[in-house]
């Protein structure tokens, strides 16, 4: 795996298969944090995660952290072959042009043990 941070390019890059695929963000503007409502913040503030477990049941869990800035990405793009790690569905839909993108600059976490509910 690799990563690259600079001032406004963020790229994450992973080797599956002998391939390597990358995810890249070119950002613009100063980072804040997401409007009540907006769609940057229902994703980046997930206090409860969820867990499929291998008899189908199914685990909560609660997980803190900081609120996060965030910045919206004037171009962002997936380069690579998904399909081995993903599925053939999610490596159609990562190759197309996403329909909104921004960075989140994350934090410390803390992960809670999960507690049975199915």
Not at 16 to 41: K, L, Y
């Amino acid at each position: 795996m690799f990563h690259r941070i600079d001032s406004r390019k963020t790229e994450y890059g992973w080797r599956c298969d002998r391939h390597w695929n990358s995810i890249a963000v070119e950002t613009e503007g100063n980072g804040t944090f997401p409007g009540n409502g907006s769609a940057e913040q229902f994703i980046t503030e997930h206090y409860w995660g969820y867990s499929r477990q291998t008899d189908l049941g199914c685990l909560e869990y609660e997980v803190q952290h900081e609120p996060w800035r965030v910045w919206t990405a004037r171009q962002a793009r997936f380069q690579g072959d998904a399909t081995p790690l993903y599925g053939p569905e999610l490596a159609r839909v990562l190759t197309a042009a996403p329909d909104s993108a921004f960075l989140a600059d994350g934090s410390a976490l803390t992960v809670f043990r999960g507690r049975r509910i199915c």
